[in-house]
Nanobody, 125 residues
Framework: EVQLVESGGGLVQPGGSLRLSCAASGFTFSDNGISWVRQAPGAGLEWLSGINSAGGYTNYADSVKGRFTISRDNAKNIVFLQMNSLKPEDTAVYYC??????????????????WGQGTQVTVSS
């Protein structure tokens, strides 16, 4: 059974940082690209960032480019999202999703079959 489990969310002040983790199991992790996607209150799903299976290629949405960094540790089956300079508009539930190919990872969220349960990030003073 494919499982993706996010952790690391919480409450942070504007300008602060958080690091999210996505622990994967039930599939050959090193074969798949992984993305982070978020859903703000009252909004749709927004693709944020993706990384290829080996970790050598990454891409980012304009809304987070320069502030967020995606990385992965294939030895531990974990993908990370380092989030810096957080803004109130980053408040959302953050999900990781496994692509069915290494690269390029889809930016269309409808193309992802496997999702985690999400972790809440709240940016507020």
């Amino acid at each position: 059974e494919v499982q993706l489990v996010e952790s690391g969310g919480g409450l942070v002040q504007p300008g602060g940082s958080l690091r999210l983790s996505c622990a994967a199991s039930g599939f050959t992790f090193s074969d798949n690209g992984i993305s982070w996607v978020r859903q703000a209150p009252g909004a749709g799903l927004e693709w944020l960032s993706g990384i290829n299976s080996a970790g050598g290629y990454t891409n980012y949405a304009d809304s987070v480019k320069g502030r967020f960094t995606i990385s992965r540790d294939n030895a531990k089956n974990i993908v990370f999202l380092q989030m810096n300079s957080l803004k109130p508009e980053d408040t959302a539930v953050y999900y990781c999703a496994a692509a069915q190919r290494s690269w390029p990872v889809p930016q269309a969220v409808s193309e992802y079959a496997y999702w985690g349960q999400g972790t809440q990030v709240t940016v507020s003073s």
